[in-house]
């Protein structure tokens, strides 16, 4: 088990001790209130059995926190309605982080078993090969529990991370990506903002405009996220699922690649430079890139430091660039999850948590108005959406409820750590040393099969 030092304690109903750890960094269907309605549990016995199972005796809970969330975000929307809920609980939670003992893989090495993870989709396919989730349905089942509330997409992708189409989690809050754009270097340019509704093509030529240097100092216009984050617009099966064959050299893939190298063959606009400076820094900390494309979660925790520190960027956000080919398209579906460990002593506890914190509408209420977009379906969410927070006052933030998120594709357990590494020396290969599209795809395709080969052993 971990040391005192490596635990971050908020003691629910007790003592609420101050998180000191820094957050860890992050990284879909039409979201907020669209959809499914929330739909009649039935009987008043149903309803009655659909509420969350009571914790009558002390108990602690570990919680581990893969995906960012500000202090103050964790207090207010997960410890605080706890508190509130079950005064009996104490939750002690981990974060993603090296000084405070590590990612997942190594804890669960040093013998931590977490009973409860705030994860996002990405993380689910390195869970499912470490055996973290524990399925959700007869749990489900069991408290009468009402799937038509959700966001269907959020759940249908769940689904899609288990062969057998179980439930590894249920969905807190939803993730959508967005093009956040720094105002002041457009003035100080004298160029335009980007508008809602743009393509990848119009927002190059965007970008085009911005990239420059000046007075000694390199201003890149855009950073269009990975690959795989701007090609999860179009769905890629890299994998066949049923033959385990790689299939990275595809068209999809290399409509991609040249968007990419459009891009990155803009002057000023250089990927090695970027990539050496981190977007990241380069958007927020030295505020050099005009545009950035990422998930909201995951910014805000960002621009709620600018903010409280007293330096907050001029910016605000339009919609996701999409294809051509796909209008109105943005970045794969994507939520923070609520997940129940596997090796939990406390799986019917732990689960009464995941139950009330996704299904309590004041609960996601409270979300909606903290500038989480809930994963029930609520009325009136957008206009709520953000309303309490300052730094959101005044911004486009309606963008995120006119995305359509893409689909996923059928998930294989070997998407991330066979392909993702190919893929990247693909892209690099062809916007720094200039190899041809169809030769940087054909030698991945090659890398990615064989890493599929080494791991099943072939």
């Not at 995906?67 to 997960?78: Q, Y």
């Not at 590894?168 to 903002?193: I, T």
């Not at 890299?238 to 002057?267: C, G, H, W």
Request: with cysteine.
């Amino acid at each position: 088990m971990l040391g005192k030092r490596n635990r971050l304690v908020a003691l629910v109903g007790l003592v609420l001790v101050v998180i000191l750890s820094g957050c860890s960094s992050g990284g879909g269907g039409t979201t907020g209130s669209g959809g499914a309605s929330g739909a009649d549990t039935g009987s008043q016995a149903q309803k009655e059995a659909a509420k969350p199972a009571g914790i009558t005796e002390p108990l602690t809970l570990q919680m581990f926190l893969q995906v960012p969330i500000a202090d103050d975000d964790l207090n207010k929307l997960i410890v605080d309605p706890l508190k509130k809920k079950f005064p009996q609980l104490t939750l002690e939670f981990a974060r993603n982080d090296a000084a405070t003992g590590g990612n997942l893989t190594e804890r669960i090495g040093a013998g931590y078993a977490p009973d409860l993870l705030l994860a996002g989709f990405f993380q689910l396919g390195t869970y499912t090969q470490l055996d973290v989730p524990y399925e959700l349905d007869d749990l489900i089942k069991q408290s009468a529990l009402d799937l038509n509330s959700f966001n269907p997409v959020a759940v249908n992708a769940l689904r899609g991370y288990s062969d057998k189409g179980k439930l590894l989690g249920l969905p807190l809050y939803m993730n959508v990506s967005a093009l956040f754009y720094n105002k002041d270097l457009f003035d100080k340019f004298a160029v335009g903002y980007p508008k809602d509704n743009m393509s990848w093509d119009q927002i190059a030529e965007l970008a085009r405009k911005v990239s420059r240097t000046d007075a000694g100092v390199n201003y890149f216009g855009l950073y269009p996220g990975s690959a795989g984050d701007m090609g999860s617009a179009l769905t890629i099966q890299n994998i066949d699922v049923a033959t385990n064959k790689a299939q990275v050299n595809n068209d999809k893939l290399r409509e991609v690649f040249q968007m990419m190298k459009t891009i990155y063959s803009i002057p000023d606009n250089d990927f090695a430079q970027m990539t050496k400076l981190k977007p990241a820094d380069a958007f927020f900390k030295d505020k050099v890139l005009a545009m950035y494309t990422f998930y909201m979660n995951g910014v805000l925790t960002q621009f709620k430091t600018d903010y409280n520190t007293g330096k907050p960027m001029n910016w605000d956000m339009v919609t996701q660039p999409y294809f051509k080919s796909l209008p109105g398209v943005g970045a794969k579906t994507d939520a923070h999850l609520l997940i129940l460990g596997a090796q939990s002593k406390h799986k019917q506890e732990a689960f009464s948590v995941i139950q009330y914190l996704a299904t309590s509408k004041d609960v996601q209420n409270l979300m909606s108005q903290e500038g989480k977009i809930p994963a029930l379906n609520l009325p009136d969410v957008a206009q709520n959406y953000g309303k309490v927070v300052p730094f959101l006052q005044g911004k486009n933030v309606q963008v995120l409820f006119k995305t359509k998120m893409a689909p996923l594709p059928k998930f294989h357990p070997l998407e991330a750590s066979a392909v993702n590494k190919p893929v990247n020396d693909a892209l690099n290969d062809v916007v720094t040393k200039g190899v041809d599209i169809n030769t940087a795809l054909a030698k991945a395709q090659e890398q990615v099969q064989q890493n599929i080969n080494d791991h099943m052993g072939k």
